[in-house]
């Protein structure tokens, strides 16, 4: 079990830097791909050696079929040119003196009788002839012959006699020097005592002889030759080399090599068999062609195996690129996740454990949009209400009806400031107070902000000139409340705008296609740029009743997204101007889902 342990850590100590593709890949390799090569490789060598063997084993076979039909006909033929040779009436009628015709006539008829249909037992017998010396015996040129000076088998005759009758070979094959494709047999005729009276001549035709076994032997495979006992070729399928000495042929290379197994020689592999006769029947194998049939035995090996390999990494290729891609996939949508996209999901077909884990992500996915929804719900109302809060810290009705009762004085006294001031605040608080009310339309804000002006003005009469640059297209389009006039206090409360000689307030509002772009620039004292800093950045907040600069971009994020912006600019004694861009909304907005930041 401990040896298991360290086995599978140390696999996994050295795949650890491995992605998933190449460790499928590496494992793929180390436990299929290499382990088949191999064992083709293995499977194929063998296959050659087995076939190599089988293909010796056949060649063997068909050289000693071949030598043991060449060694049957030559005993056929051995068989008639001795028993011709050593009948003892022919013999003794050769050796004898004949005195008259009548008993050479005896002896020629004898002689028909005899051997006239000899030829007509074996195949291919083309000439037979008794050949003798015997000076009182004539010759009648059918089957009795005297040497004389005529040309046979392209030799002298008469030569030929005499060296044949000379030699110590009773038996002889050659070939005919006149035609190669012609065989001559001769046999001594010899008394019990050793003297010779004559020759036995056979004339056989070549191919009638041997055509059975030098007509395309081993199917081209190869070539058949018939050595004497003198290393001359009697017969080959090669019909240039027959009659030829082996140091002249192609055989030479190989003759002569006495191994135990035929070893292959420039490609070619010599196999002999030894005739009774003395003969050597000899087969040179062309090599090349059993490596060509095994050749096709090992191709077909290989391209089974390549066909098994090709076929298994399409597979597990196939298989690892929907796991690398699904993998990948759920990598993806985590992203989404990670970056407050929870509305994700992973389409899933598969039963296999990734499967199972995609599952388990879209139930994860879906609670966790629950939640995020939830807790946004519960944050939105949390702000809603912190709104309605500050708004709600003044009772309207006791605002009104103390407003009204001082107006009713104020009519009484015939003062028209405090009735202008009364019919001011009157109109700024009842937007102001309105808590049931958090957008309005644009002319709605400014008759709350011209409200708030008209109170200043009369608070300090003469002291700062309002001009106002409205478009009239943007009266309907929709805002949040308390969007300017929080910004316009700010130039009386912290802008000592009252105190600056010239002191002017621009509030301009202009439609640019699908925006509204809102400034409210003064020339009062300016922002210092460290305070500036703080303000852009959010830490600094200047307030009058809760409504800061914070709260107004708060408020902007909360119904109009990344779409409401708000920029501050100012020069420190000089001018101060807040520009604000909010999307052209002709119809009410409603609180952003997930804008918040």
Known sequence: MKLKQRFEKAILRVTRSL??????????????????????????????????????????????????????????????????????????????????????????????RSYLYTQKYLPGIEDFRIYHANASLVQDGGLLWKPENRVLSGVNERDWFQLRVKSAQALMWSNALNDKEKIVVTRNIIDPYGEVFGLVYLLLDYHDVFADSFEHPFNGAGELYIVDSDDRIIASSVTDEISEKIDGSSLQPYWGMETIEPVPINGKLLIEQKLSSGWTVAALMDINRMEQQSKWVFVSIAAGVAFFLMVSIFMILTVLKNVVWRIRKLGARMTDISQGDFDVTVRNQDQ???????????????????????????????????????????NPHFIYNSLSLVRWRAMDLQDETQIRTID????????????RVNVVCIRDELEHLKAYVEIQQLRYPGRVEVQWEIEPEVLDLYTIKLLLQPIVENSYLHGNITKKSGATIWIVIRHLEDTVHIEVRDNGKGIPNERLEQIQAGRYTGTRNGFGMNNIRERLRLYFGSEGLMRIESVENEWTSVVIQIPACWERPEIKMGEDK
């Not at 060694?71 to 009628?93: C, H, M, P, V, W």
């Not at 996915?365 to 708004?391: D, G, I, P, W």
């Not at 001011?424 to 808590?435: G, K």
């Open 424 to 435: 001011a605040l009157t109109t700024f608080y009842r937007i102001a107070l309105n808590n």
């Open 352 to 394: 296999d454990e990734l499967g199972e884990l995609e599952v388990l992500f879209n139930s994860m996915s879906r609670q966790l949009r629950k939640l995020v929804e939830e807790n946004m719900q519960a944050h939105l109302k949390e702000k809603e209400q912190y709104f309605r809060a500050l708004q709600a810290q003044i």
């Open 19 to 112: 992605s998933l593709r190449k460790k499928i890949v590496v494992f793929y390799s180390l436990i299929v791909f290499i382990p088949t090569i191999l064992l083709a490789v293995s499977a194929g060598y063998l296959a050659l050696q087995h076939v190599r063997e089988n293909y010796l084993i056949t060649a063997k076979e068909a050289v000693r079929q071949s030598a043991e039909s060449i060694d049957f006909r030559k005993q056929s033929y051995d068989l008639l040119a001795n028993r011709t040779a050593t009948d003892g009436e022919l013999i003794s009628r050769l050796s004898r003196s004949y005195s008259s015709m009548f008993e050479q006539l005896e002896t020629v008829e004898y002689v028909d």
